[in-house]
Nanobody, 123 residues
Framework: QVQLVESGGGLVQAGGSLRLSCAASGRTLSSYTMHWFRQVPGKGREFVAAINWSGSTTYYADSVKGRFTISEDNAKNTVYLQMNSLKPLDTAVYYC????????????????WGQGALVTVSS
């Protein structure tokens, strides 16, 4: 089973940028489709982005398309989420998740999660 650890969260002003990292151990990420979700208090986890096992295809929520970029570095066994032009509505705890089957925009179908990284965007 793969273990995931997120890092890179923090406080940023609106319009700024942050890069989240998701480091994996236990298994190589090349076997998994990797996802980023986010969650605000009182709501379920919202799909943000995903990248397939080969890194050849990426998927984005409409709310982040053109601002966020998901990528992976198989040599470092790490997935990244570059977040640009951040908005206060992007404030959330961001989670990475792994799945061996494929992309899922429903967080309830994923079983392997990191602990989350808080991103706060001030206006």
């Amino acid at each position: 089973q793969v273990q995931l650890v997120e890092s890179g969260g923090g406080l940023v002003q609106a319009g700024g940028s942050l890069r989240l990292s998701c480091a994996a151990s236990g298994r190589t990420l090349s076997s998994y489709t990797m996802h980023w979700f986010r969650q605000v208090p009182g709501k379920g986890r919202e799909f943000v982005a995903a990248i397939n096992w080969s890194g050849s295809t990426t998927y984005y929520a409409d709310s982040v398309k053109g601002r966020f970029t998901i990528s992976e570095d198989n040599a470092k066994n790490t997935v990244y989420l570059q977040m640009n032009s951040l908005k206060p509505l992007d404030t959330a705890v961001y989670y990475c998740a792994a799945d061996k089957v494929g992309v899922s925009r429903d967080w309830r179908l994923l079983e392997v999660w990191g602990q989350g990284a808080l991103v706060t965007v001030s206006s």
